[in-house]
């Protein structure tokens, strides 16, 4: 879509938004639409599609007729905008709701959602100045969505549009097409959830994301309506924990020690197990037996996936069968011929074509940020944004030739940036930013919902008071952010998070006895601790390792005892630039893979930085990515389940094909 279209919306806004009695269609042909060809049959069609492209953003344009006149006769309808219609209301918040909302704002790790929070922040940031807070020290809580079926999903239950994909059904183990009016989104028990209506079964029902086996299929002509009230937070704890289970499992001599800290030996091979299991086969020599408590098989099943030759799912018989079929569709894949593809020349990322209406979208936060910002560098104002020098000034050339219809130099915007630095005199009356979308206002209200809990988050009554706020401010579209539900990002390990905070916060070095389940290893080391983040509710800290002289990240989880060494972090030492902390550290030394990832799984691709990408016909991608330690790779390959798989170097291809094929030797084949 040309700028042209984007200069025009532009025009009827302001010339809509400037009139107090109404412009009739002939006027604004004669103004707005003077340069566009064509007669007046083309005209009102064009005419009638921009009137529904300001409905979309909210504005509600107004049709006045003369007493005793009908709407049908263009001669005497007038049109108008009111000048609050759409505008977002003024929102007052003190430094701690501020801290609050920024914690929120940054939650969503790189989905729909953390588009949409960054954007309902600028529009709060352009109708004043942002209180100058700090964030609590260290501390960066993430939200990571299930994928890209996550997106999907989200932009089909806003749009209200029906919904189909193939699942795997929990109760039968088969796949299952299913067509869904999409309800609500929600996160329980670690698990993402999509709640809508089964056209199929004809009544509701809930969806574990991680069960999808296709892409999600948005059927555009099918429009549905969504139960009055529906929240589905509320819904969402109504499902009944998993019941606690025991499986048992045989473990290599030896290896697996974080699953042996799991769980009990049963140091006679013909020690009882549950009753339902009947009577077991012995191990096979070399392997050791364990019993180990779960609630979740499809949970289990990745992770002894995972662990390929050196675990053997005994029991229960579903159990194994989850695993094989896992390591069976990584076999499969990573058997299937090698996809003609080509990298792109720089490193590519999905990114939807930008069009006239998110040009104008972003003017339309751009003018009320400029008057309560004035003075700004260019080059910032672009960073604010997320866009290149160049298109906010291609945005600026648009705005300073818009204006009233056929107004004075004084009826124009009149913005100046000669030297650099950006002002504004003429506002026209956008001074105002627009109310938020129904993705805007999800993204904030989930964020800080998902905030309680959270130690420095929810305490001085903070978080409550700028929700309230945003809820009156969000109107409508505030009601509608009760289909999303996000997981809670408060620490399970309350006391080692606390106890990391707080030598961030002193700039105390802590002495760490580490587990790392790659390497099978128990580890003592000294670390400065720079920063606190999450993915959902698993929680890492950032640090400096003296042992290895680099910077390594730590999961809590797997922290065994930590405490102060009585030494001082070095004043020199500082935390990796950049919002969010990045998971995995890349380095010269690393190892460049060649992987393959299905379109469930390209997601991976943006988990591990990857450096080049090309894009594939039937929606997945290959990737060039980093790794510093390549002996987990098949391991890697294998917990994916066919979503992944390694195509170069050829030795480390191989060499996950060879091991995948001895996993499933040892079920059968």
Not at 117 to 129: D, E, H, N, V, W
Not at 424 to 432: M, N, P, V
Not at 477 to 493: D, I, K
Not at 533 to 541: H, P, Q
Request: glycine fraction near 8%; proline fraction near 6%; charge should be negative.
């Amino acid at each position: 879509m040309s700028a042209s279209r984007t200069e025009r919306l532009l025009n009827l806004l302001i010339a809509l938004l400037n009139t107090k009695y109404g412009l009739r269609r002939s006027e604004l042909r004669d103004t707005v639409y003077r340069t566009i060809p064509g007669n007046e049959a083309s005209f009102g069609r064009m005419f009638e599609r921009d009137k529904a492209d300001l409905r979309k953003f909210g504005f509600d344009v107004e049709t006045l007729t003369d007493l005793g006149w009908s709407e049908d006769d263009p001669a005497t309808t007038r049109y108008r905008i009111g000048k609050e219609s759409n505008r977002l209301p003024d929102v007052e918040l003190g430094p701690e709701e501020w801290t609050v909302l920024l914690l929120a704002s940054q939650l969503w790790e790189r989905a729909a959602l953390g588009t949409a929070a960054q954007s309902a922040l600028r529009k709060l940031q352009a109708s004043g100045a942002a209180a100058d807070v700090q964030l609590p020290p260290g501390v960066q809580p993430r939200i990571k969505p299930a994928g890209q079926a996550f997106d999907d999903l989200l932009a089909a239950m806003h749009a209200r549009h029906t919904v189909a994909f193939t699942y795997l059904a929990g109760s039968t183990g088969s796949e299952e097409q299913r067509t869904v009016e999409p309800w609500g989104l929600g996160s329980r028990f670690g698990h993402w959830y999509l709640m809508g209506y089964d056209r199929a079964r004809k009544a509701p029902r809930q969806f574990r994301l991680s069960r999808f086996t296709s892409a999600v299929a948005t059927l555009e002509r099918e429009q549905f309506s969504p139960p009055r009230d529906f929240n589905i937070r509320q819904e969402l704890e109504r499902l009944p924990e998993l019941p606690l289970r025991t499986a048992v499992v045989d473990v290599r001599a030896g290896r697996l020690l974080a699953l042996r800290r799991r769980g009990v030996a049963m140091e006679d091979a013909a020690q009882a197990a549950p009753q339902e299991y009947g009577p077991l086969p012995r191990p096979e020599p070399g392997y050791e037996r364990l019993s180990l408590h779960y609630r979740d098989p499809e949970g289990l099943a990745e992770e002894l996936a995972s662990y390929g030759p050196d675990a053997l799912a005994v029991a229960p018989a579903e159990l194994a069968d989850a695993v094989r079929r896992r390591l069976r569709a990584a076999a499969d894949f990573s058997n299937a011929p090698v996809p003609a593809f080509r990298f792109a020349a720089a490193p590519s990322r999905p990114v939807r074509v930008r069009t006239s209406e998110d040009q104008l979208k972003r003017m339309l936060e751009l003018v009320p940020f400029l008057v309560h910002h004035q003075g700004l560098h260019i080059q910032d104002v672009a960073e604010h944004f997320g866009i290149s020098r160049k298109e906010l000034e291609d945005d600026l050339q648009i705005l300073i030739c818009s204006g009233l219809p056929e107004g004075y130099p004084d009826d124009l915007l009149d913005i100046q940036w000669e030297n650099d630095h950006v002002y504004i005199t003429q506002d026209l009356d956008l001074k105002k930013p627009v109310r938020f979308t129904v993705e805007e206002a999800c993204a904030l209200l989930t964020g800080l919902e998902s905030l309680n809990g959270l130690p420095g988050a929810a305490e001085g009554g903070a978080l409550e008071s700028v929700t309230l706020k945003l809820l009156a401010a969000a109107g409508e579209e505030g009601l509608r952010a009760a289909s999303v539900a996000g997981p809670e990002v408060a620490p399970a390990e309350a006391a080692t998070h606390a106890m990391v905070r707080q030598a961030i916060e002193s700039r105390a070095q802590l002495r760490l006895t580490y587990l790392s389940p790659q390497r099978d290893t128990m580890s003592e080391r000294d670390v400065d601790p720079l920063r606190l983040y999450s993915l959902d509710n698993i929680w890492y800290f950032e640090a400096y390792c003296h042992s290895v002289e680099d910077v390594r990240n730590f999961r809590l989880d797997r922290v065994q005892d930590l405490h102060p060494n009585g030494l001082p972090i070095p004043a020199a030492t500082k935390p990796s630039e950049g919002v969010p902390a990045k998971l995995f550290t890349p380095s010269d030394d690393d190892t460049v893979v060649t992987v393959q990832l299905t379109r469930q799984g390209r997601g991976l691709a943006d988990d591990y930085y990857a450096e080049r990408t090309a894009e594939l016909d039937d929606g997945g991608l290959v990737a060039e990515i980093r790794f510093g330690n390549t002996d987990w790779l098949p391991m890697f390959v294998a917990q994916h389940g066919g979503s992944a798989r390694i195509l170069a170097p050829a030795g480390l291809a191989d060499a996950a094909r060879n091991w995948l094929a001895a996993s499933l030797a040892t079920y059968g084949g």
